[in-house]
């Protein structure tokens, strides 16, 4: 096994992945940019490496300063977490030239992943439905007005590269095609450096639920049931649960099993997620595409399952044979996820930054939380504004979903402004309560994303945090250089166990 390995990542990311490395007793190695020289992750590393600057382009995509904190610090692999490179094939072959193991997929599975079109050829290699859609095309392409034509408006504009929402956009008349073509292609190319964009058929208020799987580079591949990630903004998750309360036993089933023929078909080796589109009128799936990495969803796939996925990673970048098999995999009881973010849901999600003069989550019974920040901290202006995950367990979903608001009630924020409300009015909306809700949930609740508020209420909130804002941070509350953060811990269960 791997004696010390560099987590090529920051915040609550990182965190989670240094746990199980130093219980498997191998050393993790941090990365930092400069306003991360505090933060958890580097502190609850064995060692850390400086990159200098404060950007993420600077930092943390930086690969030749990556790959060179990892030989200069003796790591014999490298984890990259999820976002940044997690998915850059670049990044994947510039470790293996190095001499380092790349604990994901082969840079060749993953670049042909990582581009939505060659993965769509995968999927109908492997006798997966597929959304329908174009090739790469121009904003005034003849080819992009005939398949409108064919389909009928709206229809979508996807970046062929990159994720998370970018590069992509809803178009709803003619006149608009060439136009929102023009700005999707603009900020994929922002975003990912590759501005090729392709329209696709828009099938209106789908689900979208995604599959899990491990293989090993013998071939063994199985999937670990699905998740449900239909709550979005922007076309960005923020609640997710596992199981699905719209799927049957027959269409898990079928779903998982195609799940694993993408894979297959592919080539892949390690964890990775395939993610489909269900129609929730005709009840039929479409692959959408597949995630070379892990997920910020996987802890309620841990939570049900009793596994731990970053310790699968490892084992399987180490060459060990995935001794798992798809009978072994037994979920119980019902996982939510709510990301919090520093962001304000009742302004448009506008990013939020500041000190966190107090930090205080919840804890008890079937409660997890993966944070990268403490009390004292600052949220910069430099990265994604998410804080931190907490995942609640219960041996039912209403019970889970319970557990959920109470523990939100609880959770203690002052310094930024969090979506900590908006995810309280999700968990007690009847829809969401019924398990009747899809992609278009916040979009159909205006209620649950602009709530009318009393002016007493506003008052006290204005008044509350001028408060915040004037008061002087504890100094005593940061956690010193070196000691674990004070309970409960950034990725320990935040109460007395963490979840079978």
Request: glycine content about 8%; hydrophobic content about 40%.
């Amino acid at each position: 096994m791997f004696s010390k390995v560099l987590v090529a990542n920051r915040g609550e990311i990182a965190v989670p992945i240094n746990q199980p490395l130093r219980a498997m007793g191998i050393a993790p190695v941090a990365v930092y940019s400069d306003p991360d020289a505090g933060a958890p992750h580097v502190r609850t590393a064995r060692e850390a490496v400086a990159l200098g600057g404060n950007a993420a382009e600077e930092t943390y995509l930086d690969i030749p300063r990556l790959v060179r904190a990892a030989t200069d610090s003796g790591a014999d692999a490298v984890h990259p977490g999820y976002g940044f490179l997690s998915e850059n094939p670049h990044f994947a072959r510039a470790c293996l030239e190095a001499g380092i193991t790349f604990i994901g997929p082969t840079p060749e599975s993953m670049a042909s992943l990582g581009d939505k079109l060659s993965s769509k050829d995968i999927a109908i290699a492997a006798g997966v439905p597929i959304v329908p859609s174009t090739p790469v095309c121009q904003p005034n392409d003849p080819a992009a007005a005939e398949f409108a034509d064919q389909w009928g408006l709206p229809v979508m504009v996807k970046a062929a590269a990159g994720g998370g929402g970018r590069g992509m956009r809803l178009v709803s008349t003619r006149d608009d095609l060439a136009a929102d073509m023009d700005l999707a292609s603009r900020e994929a190319r922002a975003a990912f450096g590759d501005g090729r964009v392709f329209l696709e058929r828009y099938i209106s208020n789908p689900r979208h639920v995604e599959v899990q799987v491990l293989a090993d580079s013998s071939g063994h591949t199985i999937h670990l049931g699905e998740r449900e990630c239909s709550v979005q903004r922007r076309h960005q998750k923020i609640v997710e649960e596992t199981p699905s309360p719209a799927l049957t036993p027959e269409l898990r089933q079928r779903m998982g099993s195609a799940a694993v023929a993408v894979a297959r078909q592919a080539g892949y080796v390690n964890a990775g997620t395939v993610e489909f589109l269900l129609d929730s009128r005709t009840g039929e799936f479409y692959f959408l595409e597949m995630n070379a990495r892990l997920q910020v969803e996987h802890p309620v796939t841990e939570a049900v399952l009793g596994l731990d996925l970053v310790e699968w990673q490892l084992r399987i970048a180490n060459g060990e044979p995935l001794t798992l098999r798809q009978d072994d995999v037994q979920p119980r009881g019902h996982a939510i996820e709510c990301r919090i973010y520093a962001e304000d849901p009742y302004r448009d999600f506008v990013p939020s930054t500041g000190t966190l003069l107090r930090w205080q989550p919840p804890s008890g019974p079937g409660l997890r939380l993966d944070s990268g920040v403490v009390q004292g901290q600052d949220v910069s202006i430099y990265y994604d504004p998410m804080l931190a995950k907490l995942i609640a367990w219960a041996p039912r979903r209403d019970l889970a979903l319970s557990r959920m608001e109470v523990a939100l009630s609880q959770f203690q924020v002052l310094g930024v402004i969090t979506n900590i409300p908006l995810l309280r009015s999700v968990m007690r909306h009847s829809q969401f309560v019924h398990g009747d809700y899809d992609t278009g949930f916040l979009g159909w609740n205006p209620a649950v994303t602009h709530p009318s508020l009393p002016d007493e209420t506003r008052q006290v909130a204005r008044a509350l945090a001028a408060w915040a804002a004037a008061m002087p941070v504890d100094q005593s509350s940061r956690t010193p250089a070196g000691e674990t953060p004070a309970s409960p811990g950034p990725w320990q269960a935040a109460g007395a166990r963490r979840l079978p």
